[in-house]
């Protein structure tokens, strides 16, 4: 390949459209070098360089666009856009590291109503009403423009495995990347979404307090319901120089409900730190009471039944 082409395409981390090549060399020098097996020609205008390009996924043989690392196909899409369209739904999720595609998955773009861009084989075209490839619909994260964080969830929704699709909401809002209140305002622009009940629901928990599936799970199935209290969630407590956030507090009775996560389970390390918490909060007359993952799904009826019992111990006034 020419060495002024090489170089260029170095410097673009394996990527090179027509107009920048041929801003140093003349046109046949690129058609040479994809006649010559150096480059692959990915999108119109668009050209990588052929050593980058995986093998078939899954014994599939895929387009060449599809044989790109998601990484270097976002790129791709991007230049092939040209500031027309904007990376959105699973590709943008990628981008704010919610979520992982892989080679071979669309790539996903959001455009105006009537850009020059069509959905083809590989890249889908969203295209939005209104839509503005710039802020505030569109923000640039490692130089690639993508949708807003919360329009890019509510996007993803129905595209992610059913079983995945809270993640990415949960953790975006635990990571104070977005909030629910922003979530919901993107959910009313989409009244036609797929499941979008179900996404209600997760954004109603997240407002009451729930910061994890395994929360919900308790607030579902355990502590809501006949002689439970309203038990206030991820309540901030400081002791000393310590700052501490309680899954569940009953504050008439001075309870505080921990949920332990599988992971937690077993983790000598974790137990010393849970340990230390629950004697600071004893200090506070806090009693902390921890029901496992596994009793909370498993056992759902007899950690209720607990439950209601320490409580109304907890409540009743001391024997003289």
Known sequence: MNDVLRDLVRRGGGLVTRAMATQVVPPWTLQHACAAGHLVRVLPEVFVAADLLVGEVGHIALPALGRLHPALGHRAVCAWA???????????????????????????????????????????????????VGSPQVVRRGDLPVTRLDQTLVDSWPLLPHAGRR???????????????????????APRLPDRPALRTLLT???????????IWGHEHVFTGPGMPAFRRQVRVRVGQRTMYLDLLAERERVNIEL?????????????????????????????????????????????????????????????
């Open 82 to 132: 040209g500031g027309r369209a904007a990376l959105s739904h699973l590709s943008a999720l990628h981008v704010w590291g919610l979520h992982r595609q892989r080679a071979g998955d669309v790539l996903h773009l959001s455009a105006p109503v009537n850009p020059a861009i069509r959905t083809r084989p590989g890249v889908r075209v969203h295209r939005r009403q209104g839509f503005v």
């Open 167 to 189: 993640a990415p909401v949960i953790r975006a809002v635990n990571e104070r990347l977005t909030t629910a209140e922003r979530l919901w305002r993107a959910l009313a622009g």
């Open 205 to 215: 928990r997240l407002d009451e307090g729930c910061r994890s599936p395994l929360e």
């Open 260 to 320: 332990d996560g599988a992971t937690t389970h077993g983790d000598p390390r974790q137990r010393e730190i849970d340990l230390r918490r629950d004697a600071l909060l004893a200090t506070l007359g806090i009693l902390v009471v921890r029901f496992a993952h596994r009793r909370l799904v498993h056992e759902p009826d007899e950690v209720r039944r607990e439950t209601r019992a320490i409580l109304a111990t907890r409540a009743a006034p001391p024997r003289p």
